[in-house]
Structures are given as C-alpha cells and as structure tokens.
C-alpha cells in the first residue's frame, strides 16, 4: 500500500519513521526546510520503546507529486489545514483514503467538503512526542497508538488491508468499530488537560498543588458536552483519565502549552472553542471552559497585535 504521510513533525515524523523502519512503503510529504533537515541529518526517532533512524527517507514536495496514493496520514495543525489539503489534493484519487489524525472533529467537515466523505475516516492517536530544532523526534510518553476507522460504514476490506499495512513495531495501529467514540474521549480529555495546563501556566502537578479540584471540574464540563452530542465516555475511560488529572506529581500538560510558551500559534479553536460551540447549542452551563476560552483568544489576539506591529 502506497502511503503518503503530511508532514515529518512530531507525529508524522514518528508514525512514518516506524512504517519506515519496518519497510513499508511510505513517502514524507515536506516543505523545503525539512526536505533539507531530513537530507541532511536523516529522520531519527527516539523512544521508550526503541529507537530508529532511516538515513535517507523517501521525501516529496507537494509540487513534484504525479500519482495519487492509496492511503493518507494527515498530521497538521488545525490552522495548518488548509494549506495542508491543497498539498495532498494532487495524491487524492478515486481509491485514495485519508486518514486525519489531527484533535477534535472540526476538521472532518473540512475535509470532507474538499475530498467527499467516501474518503475521509475518522482517526486519532494516544502519544506524546515533539521535533526538535534539527528534525529529530522524541517520543516523551511509552504509549503510541493510532486509532482509526470508518464514520458511518462497516468495517470493509480496504480498511482491513489499511489495519495490515500500519501494523509495525513501535506503535499500535487499531482499526476501531466506532472510532467517533473514540475522537470524542480523546477530544473532552485533551480539552481539559490544555484547559487547564495554558490557563494556569502549570503542569497538571502544578496545578493539582495548587487547585486539586479545576482539572477535574473542567473535565466534568467537557464531559457533559460530549454526552449531550451523544458521546459519554466510557466509566473506565473518565476513570483512568481522571487519576491523570489529580495527580500532584504529574508533568503531564498540554502540547498548546508549549506552543504558547514558544509564541507561537494555537489551536484554540479546535480543542476548545468548537467544543464550546456545540455545548451551548445544548444549552449547557460551561463557566470554566468559557474561561479558558477566553484566555486561549486573548492570547490570539495578542499574538496577532504584536505580529501586525512588528510588520513594516
């Protein structure tokens, strides 16, 4: 199965690395800064569960695409969206699947609307890795799973053949009967935890010492949220995630804290203010996410100042 993955960043960088290793056929979709990263210093990934290096991965530029692929690893950010569909569309095809793998499920729309639903599954992933400055991934947790599936079908065989292809050491590749539940728990966690890590600047250790109980009140709205869509996590999924969220010794936080931490963008949108959206259309009471959406957007605007002063 020809697969083209988007992008050598933390995931894309770590998903690909591993298919490579075990000599799958895949090929990096990069801009010429990390086609350049990735010729010189090659794609090195290192890990809890075992390192890789591939001297020279196989590397396109959206320009120089001639054929489409059978499957897509879609690994951006949600404001990187757009320019990232115009990127694949010359590699989508009439068999092409296209495996988003990025937070909550506003995207999906998105992509359906360019590419037609026919080809676009739902996915998400249980991992935490970042790149470094010279392209390096560093896998900082010992979990990495992929999850993926289709949205209103049945389990197909080209889903089955996709299940064998990503199934490679290093991570696990699960092919999920109702993968929407499974977006939807990632989604009302992840929420929580960047909630609450970029609103108090903390991690959640740091957080818990100093307000045991705004993690899991936080997590609390964004469940209700996510039951109301119809969509209640699972009593063993809020159970584990919430021992995550009181632990007083935990340096578990959010990736968009490190991003604000960094100036850089954010996904405000995406984590929290769609969420935000859909609860109010329930007409749910959510004080502390309107909080930290607040925050999230204050701190857009900002950014957005600074920049346009900084602009000659």
């Known amino acids: 199965m020809r697969t083209l993955i ?8 770590y998903f690909g690395g591993r298919l490579l290793a075990a000599g799958r056929d895949v090929t990096l979709l990069v801009r010429p800064r990390s086609a350049k990263l ?16 591939i001297d020279r991965p196989p590397i396109v530029l959206a320009q120089d695409i001639r054929q489409p692929f059978d499957l897509i690893l879609l690994s951006c950010k949600s404001y990187d969206l757009e320019d990232a569909m115009a990127s694949i ?3 989508v095809g009439r068999e092409t699947a296209i495996l988003p793998m990025l937070n909550g499920l ?12 026919e080809r676009v599954l739902g ?19 010992d979990r990495a799973d992929l999850y993926f599936g289709a949205r209103f079908t049945a389990t197909s065989s080209r889903l089955e053949a996709i299940a064998a292809a990503l199934n490679c050491p290093g991570f696990k590749a699960c092919l999920r ?4 539940q499974d977006m939807w728990e990632k989604w009302s966690y992840l929420a929580a935890l960047s909630g609450s890590t970029c609103l108090m600047r903390g991690a959640i250790g740091d957080v818990v010492t100093a307000d045991a109980t705004l993690p899991i009140r936080i997590y609390a709205e964004c469940r209700t949220i996510a039951a109301a869509e119809g969509y209640a996590p699972s009593q063993a999924f809020i159970d584990h995630q919430t021992s ?14 490190r991003d604000i931490e960094a100036k850089g963008p954010i996904e405000a949108h995406q984590i929290v203010g769609d969420l935000l959206e859909r609860g109010r259309r329930h007409s749910l009471a959510t004080p502390l996410l309107e909080i930290v959406y607040a925050h999230l957007r204050t701190y857009e605007v900002r ?10």
Do not use: K, Y
């Open 38 to 53: 990735l010729v010189e210093h090659g794609l090195q990934v290192l890990s809890p569960l075992g390192d890789a290096f």
């Open 106 to 117: 506003a995207h999906l729309g998105i992509l359906e609307q360019r590419f037609g639903s």
């Open 177 to 180: 009967p109702n993968i929407l």
């Open 6 to 13: 988007l992008g050598a960043g933390a995931l894309g960088g």
């Open 89 to 91: 569309a010359p590699a």
């Open 244 to 257: 995550l969220l009181r632990d007083p010794a935990s340096s578990l936080h959010g990736s968009m804290l």
């Open 123 to 141: 996915g998400t992933t249980r991992i935490s890795a970042t790149r470094d400055p010279d392209g390096t991934i560093r896998h900082l947790n």
């Open 303 to 312: 950014r957005a100042r600074e920049a346009a002063a900084a602009t000659p």
